[in-house]
């Protein structure tokens, strides 16, 4: 691999010690990509499929690399949520409470009616009879609801529900679909397999004049991407007319952003190579999402390549350039050249957030050198720049997996006494941690102690501590953790993804 100089000559020039940062990355193994889950590091809990850990995770502590993709999405406003609005929700929290709890009743009666749906019984004429408003919010609420219980077995029968009561609402004066009607019921198809009908609501959409938007292709990427027709999609997005890409500068970022969210690296790279051929210049962000896909398919000659010619073309590294770098860096086990770019950064005018230092510690803790991270650490509170949730996770984490019980400790207690509660995330390492060290007594303490101060464990929670039960043999008190949980209605549909677990 070539030497080279990491953020190309002009800013070589004006940093002289990023010298050392010749041959920066070429160090490490050109599986750069693959990332260490954050929980799976701890413990293996591969068995775990891929949708549940989609599901329970939410790339929120799973990933490394998402601390440097997150920011980037919520800059733009990427997001899995559409937003509600709707006018008929009073301006005092007592009369918006009480309009949805009346939006809330005329939901059930909707779904009472349209579960007696079957031959001879008239669905349409039962809804109007119920003589309730249609609002955005009562639609929102019903597609929700059919969304949450669609299933292998009954999902041609949701779809079905779903579309004729979005048929019937949208017929009622006063009332229109808004785009997130639409996308909801879209939804509703997706989980449903219906694929041509999610297609002909895209064409309904633009008759009527809705913008498609990001959120319309994630939607549609999600469910094609699964049925082999990913490009397909994306090509024809690239092609449309219709497609409302702001607040992007340009269609190509929309998509590109979406695919990076998605994991589609290989489609970020071919969405990249035809914005090219269709000779758009790239932006900032688009050098970002590219070089975040290059490092993940453990491209490192193509990733310095792209940050020479962000340099040649006259760019700047922004805030998330700087993250992503760092990350680098971090998992590169180089604190020294991290260290000389965090000064660099303060002499660009670049203040190193509490994002920046978090995405640092959490690249060498991974990388075994937790000396540089209590470095960090504690450099970033010198600065003024005090830890939150995540960066006491990452490196609660990091000593948890070296089996250095007591720091960890020490940071957990630190970081309640300086006002920041401890997550779902930051009790999951503390407990996987305490139950690697045969600490199970105190295990489960901490997972009663979770739950009294509101902090509900989710299913990885359940899964540390019953798997490390059952590994140390401690089969009574294992079940008595999922007896716990069924008990209290919790993750019921999961159990089965419990390891060796067998019903009671």
């Known amino acids: 691999m070539k030497s080279i100089a990491l953020l190309g000559p002009r800013l070589f020039r004006r940093f002289p010690c990023f010298c050392r940062f010749s041959m920066l990355f070429s160090t490490e193994s050109s599986e750069g990509g693959e990332m260490d889950d954050e929980f799976i590091r701890l413990d293996n809990v591969s068995e775990m499929d891929d949708v549940f850990m989609r599901v329970e995770n939410d790339g929120q502590m799973g990933d490394g690399f998402m601390r440097v993709e997150k920011p980037l999405r919520e800059a733009w406003g990427v997001s899995d949520l559409d937003p509600v609005s709707d006018n008929g929700s009073g301006s005092s929290s007592s009369s918006r409470k009480s309009y949805f709890d009346n939006v809330r009743l005329d939901a059930s009666r909707v779904l009472e009616v349209l579960q007696q749906h079957s031959p001879g ?3 349409i004429a039962a809804l109007d009879e119920l003589q309730i408003r249609v609002s955005g919010a009562l639609v929102r609420e019903v597609l929700l609801e059919i969304l949450k219980r669609v299933n292998c077995t009954n999902r041609e029968r949701c779809a079905k529900l779903g579309y004729k009561f979005f048929v019937w609402s949208g017929q009622h004066e006063n009332y229109r679909h808004t785009v997130n009607a639409y996308h909801l019921i879209m939804k509703i198809f997706a989980e449903s397999n219906e694929f041509k009908a999610m297609w002909r609501l895209v064409d309904e959409m633009t008759e009527q004049g809705f913008p498609i938007t990001a959120r319309t292709f994630q939607i549609l990427i999600c469910t094609c991407g699964e049925a082999g027709l990913a490009r397909r999609v994306v090509e024809r997005f690239l092609k449309s007319n219709f497609f409302n890409y702001r607040p992007f500068k340009h269609s190509y970022n929309a998509i590109l952003l979406c695919l990076l969210s998605l994991k589609q690296y290989k489609l970020v790279e071919w969405v990249h190579q035809w914005m090219l051929l269709k000779d758009h210049s790239p932006d900032i962000l688009t050098y970002n999402i590219v070089m975040c896909a290059k490092y993940r398919l453990g491209k490192l000659d193509e990733f310095h390549r792209l940050l020479e010619e962000l340099d040649t073309n006259g760019f700047s590294p922004d805030f998330h350039t700087f993250n992503i770098l760092l990350r680098l860096l971090g998992k590169g086990n180089k604190p020294l050249a991290a260290l000389d770019l965090l000064n660099h950064m303060r002499e660009v005018g670049f203040n190193p957030s509490v994002l920046h230092f978090t995405t ?22 010198k600065m003024g720049c005090m830890p939150d949730v995540a960066c006491y996770t990452v490196i609660i984490t990091g000593y948890m997996v070296a089996g250095e019980l007591e720091m960890a400790q020490g940071l957990f207690e630190e970081m309640t006494v300086r006002g920041q509660l401890p997550n779902v995330f930051t009790y999951n390492s503390m407990i996987r941690g305490l139950c690697m060290a045969g600490k199970f007594e105190e295990a489960c303490s901490m997972l009663e102690e979770m739950e009294s101060r509101g902090c509900n464990p989710n299913f990885l929670v359940y899964n540390t501590v019953v798997g490390n039960l059952r590994n140390a043999g401690k089969l009574k008190e294992a079940h008595e953790v999922i007896r716990h949980m069924v008990d209290k209605g919790q993750y019921v549909h ?7 677990y067998r019903r009671c």
């Open 121 to 123: 019984f008239n669905t």
């Open 360 to 381: 640092l510690i959490d690249g060498l803790s991974r990388a075994g050198n937790l000396d540089a991270c209590k470095y960090f650490f504690d450099e970033m509170i």
């Open 494 to 500: 999961l159990i089965s993804k419990l390891k060796r």
